[in-house]
Each structure stands twice: as structure tokens, then as C-alpha cells.
């Protein structure tokens, strides 16, 4: 800010103060950039919060292969040596794995309750139930998602059930969930691993 004091033409001392142009132009210019660099921030918390959610997404759908794995080692149905990659229908009584082999889409368990094995595909693609507007989810138990709800097609979503023997009654399990990340165009993956035992 610069002062300039001198005399009018009648000869009074006059002071005058204020901002020159340059110094208000030079404000306005670091101002600019520091509302830009939070845009930018924002930009990037907005896509951090969509990653999230997919990763969450992605885990809660490798833990429900999980699940499944443990529940067909506790079923009477399902053998131990059942317990591995094929394509083996649960109850049929063949002597290969049940858990199909290699990357498949997202679908409701089929008639046998366990996901990942052949019969999943009749049953249809898997939608995920998310609460609408109110918070709560409003369709009923067991029952297609419908609205007020956010029904979250899974097509952007792929499973691969890996299971290699270790010995005769441990078996290591990976689980892959594959998915495109929708606001970065970028292919992730979430990976489980862990051993199962034969015994309960």
C-alpha cells in the first residue's frame, strides 16, 4: 500500500492512500492459484471416495467367496477333495473340484448356496442393495433391490477362485476381485489369500 501526501492546487496538504493497480492485479493472481490448487484437492478427494467404495465392494466380495469355501468344507455334501477348482456339480458324487476354474462374472449362488461353482450362472447376475435416500434399505429380506433403494448392477466386477493343494488336508486359497475403477479408467484388483484346513 503506498501513501502519497503533497498539495492540492489550492495549496492544502492533501493525503491520499489506497492500493495501485498492480498490487490489487498481484492479489488477485495468488488468489487464482490457491482457488484452483482446491479445486484440484477436491477433485482428488472425489475420486478417493469412489475408490473406496469399489474396494469396499471388492473385499466384502472376496470374503463372500470365503465363506463360501468354509461353508462347503462344513457341508455334508461336499468332500474335502471337492474342496478345489473344476467344474463339479455339488451332489452329483464326481471326484473333481466344484469351484470353477479362471476369472467368471459376479452371480448369485445357484441352487447348491455356494458361490463360485457351476451352477451360479442359471441364477442370474448378483446386484448389490445399497440404502436410497432415507439411509435405510427398503426391500425386504431376501428380496430383488428395488427403489427407493440404489441397486448397484456388479458387471464392472470379476471373481477368480484359486485353490492349490499344500498337502493332503491344507489347501492355499486366493481369491481375486478384479474391477475397473470409474473414475480413473484404471484395472485394480484385491487380492485374499489364506490356507484352509480340512479340519474344522
Known amino acids: 500500500m503506498t501513501a502519497k501526501t503533497g498539495k492540492s492546487r489550492s495549496g492544502a496538504s492533501n493525503t491520499e492512500s489506497g492500493f495501485t493497480l498492480l498490487e490489487v492485479m498481484f492479489s488477485m493472481v495468488i488468489m487464482t492459484v490457491g482457488l484452483v490448487s482446491l479445486l484440484a484437492v477436491m477433485g482428488i478427494a472425489m475420486a478417493s471416495t469412489a475408490t473406496s467404495e469399489q474396494n469396499a465392494i471388492s473385499k466384502r466380495l472376496a470374503d463372500e467367496a470365503l465363506e463360501s469355501i468354509l461353508t462347503a468344507r462344513e457341508t455334508d455334501e461336499v468332500q474335502w477333495s471337492n474342496i478345489a477348482n473344476g467344474n463339479c456339480v455339488v451332489g452329483t458324487g464326481c471326484t473333481t473340484g466344484i469351484f470353477l476354474t479362471g476369472t467368471q462374472n459376479i452371480d448369485l449362488p445357484g441352487v447348491d448356496g455356494i458361490v463360485g461353482t457351476s451352477d451360479d450362472a442359471a441364477a442370474g447376475p448378483q446386484v ?30 470379476q471373481r477368480t ?30 487380492v485374499l489369500s489364506t490356507l484352509v484346513s480340512e479340519y474344522r
Open 128 to 157: 448389490l442393495d445399497l440404502p436410497g435416500p432415507s439411509g435405510v434399505v427398503q426391500s425386504p429380506d431376501g428380496g430383488p433391490c428395488a427403489l427407493p433403494d440404489n441397486c448397484l448392477q456388479l458387471t464392472n466386477y
Open 161 to 190: 477362485i484359486v485353490i492349490t493343494p499344500v498337502n493332503g488336508t491344507l489347501d492355499q486359497v486366493t481369491i481375486t476381485v478384479s474391477y475397473v475403477n470409474a473414475q480413473l479408467k484404471v484395472a485394480n484388483n484385491y
